[in-house]
């Protein structure tokens, strides 16, 4: 939702709060994985993926703090690597290619 002046409009992809629903399923994803107690992996997640996650989260907080005369273009970026995370989350094939993802992420810390 955004207040337009005294009007409240909804935004596609965001939940009641303002927040991507992608960052409220990370978030989910996220706690569900540190919860050893109750969940168990199903795979093992190596070291390069939990460090691309890692920083897309690092990126992702940083794009929320950018000023207002780019808020759109940085609440695009931000939808775009959250998704990125998620579909690397779910994608059935093995060895899923991350170049991609990692070339995002470097190039958003090199613009911040």
């Known amino acids: 939702m955004a207040a337009d002046g005294d009007k409240t409009q909804k935004m596609s992809g ?9 960052s409220k399923a990370l978030f989910t994803i996220e706690a569900l994985e540190k919860d050893v107690k109750h969940v ?10 939990t460090t691309i996650r890692t920083s897309a989260r690092h990126v992702a907080g ?8 780019q ?8 939808l775009l690597l959250l998704g990125s995370v998620l579909h690397q989350y779910i994608a059935d094939e093995e060895g899923i290619d991350t170049d991609v993802l ?6 958003l810390l090199s613009k911040s």
């Open 62 to 69: 940083t794009l929320k703090q950018v000023p207002v005369d």
């Open 71 to 78: 808020g759109e273009a940085a609440k695009g970026a931000e």
């Open 14 to 22: 965001t939940a009641s709060d303002g927040e991507f629903w992608v």
């Open 102 to 107: 990692e070339v995002r992420i470097f190039w």
């Open 40 to 49: 168990a992996l199903l795979e093992d997640v190596d070291k390069d993926s």
